[in-house]
């Protein structure tokens, strides 16, 4: 599915889709294997008809209760469904259980870009084109994210209690020869940069500059020389200096405060630049 969004679903008719935001952000096969089977165990056990089921039989005026009820018969499904990926289907398959920790850190770190690099000032400015120092931050938010939410309003368990349930399950369980990558090691990297690049065009045909921009400089790092990543670059800058230009740039960069990691960088620089700025620099 084309969408930057780090998730994969399956219907009720047994189609299972996975977005390409999921595959650019895995590390290797074995992770893509645990969620696809997962997402057959949800189909297997007939999750979604189960929640429509519960939904029409618990329907009350006490529009709390039900909604608590309701996510909670819902978090109890996923993880029935983590238990159910790994017996039935992961277990005899040949893939490597010392690596599904990483799935976790997959669905925990979802919100961030395709990796941490620094955003510098070299990467806008020239010896003859400069901006002020109070356009760049001296510190960074730090990422802070937390596995061990509350998850009382969520139709998922935090990923503290699903890792450790997983964990739980393959404790003791031989890995020798079990494989990370049953496919080529080079098929699977080859097609997580497709998925990489396609995000960008996504990224820059839903307006979310400020995204298209980070993530193509974390490509530029491997791919110095790509003209897609160039053209993207000059894109997303001259998406915002339209929106500078004939409106604003608050509906379509994310406030800098709220980002953790290098990306905040990026944002705090555009949430400074003025129209001419911005035109210039486009």
Known sequence: VKSTDVNAYCTESGILFINIGLIAQLSNESELAYIMAHEIAHFAEHHILDLDDYKDKNKSNDY?????????RSRENELEADRLALERYYKSSPYSFSVLDGVFDVLQYDYLPFDEVAFT????????????????LTN?????????????????PNIMKRRENVKQI??????????????????????RELAR???????LTRHEYDDAIYNTHVLMQSHPNSEFLTVAMGAALYGIS?????????????????????????????????????????
């Open 140 to 156: 960074i938010n730090p990422i802070r994210s937390r596995e061990d939410y509350i998850d009382t309003l969520n139709t998922h």
């Open 197 to 203: 690049f396609e995000s960008i065009n996504i990224f």
């Open 64 to 72: 709390k209760e039900f909604y608590l009820k309701y996510h909670n």
């Open 242 to 282: 339209k929106h500078k230009t004939f409106g604003g740039i608050s509906e379509i960069i994310e406030n800098y405060k709220s980002i953790e990691g290098e990306k905040q960088q990026v944002n705090y620089f555009l949430s400074k630049l003025n129209k001419n700025e911005f035109n210039l620099l486009a």
């Open 170 to 191: 393959v404790s003791g369980l031989n890995n020798e020869g079990r494989k990370t990558f049953v496919q080529p090691e080079s098929l699977f990297y080859e097609i």
């Open 121 to 136: 000032r070299n990467l806008i400015e020239t010896d003859f084109y400069k901006f002020p120092d109070s356009y760049f």
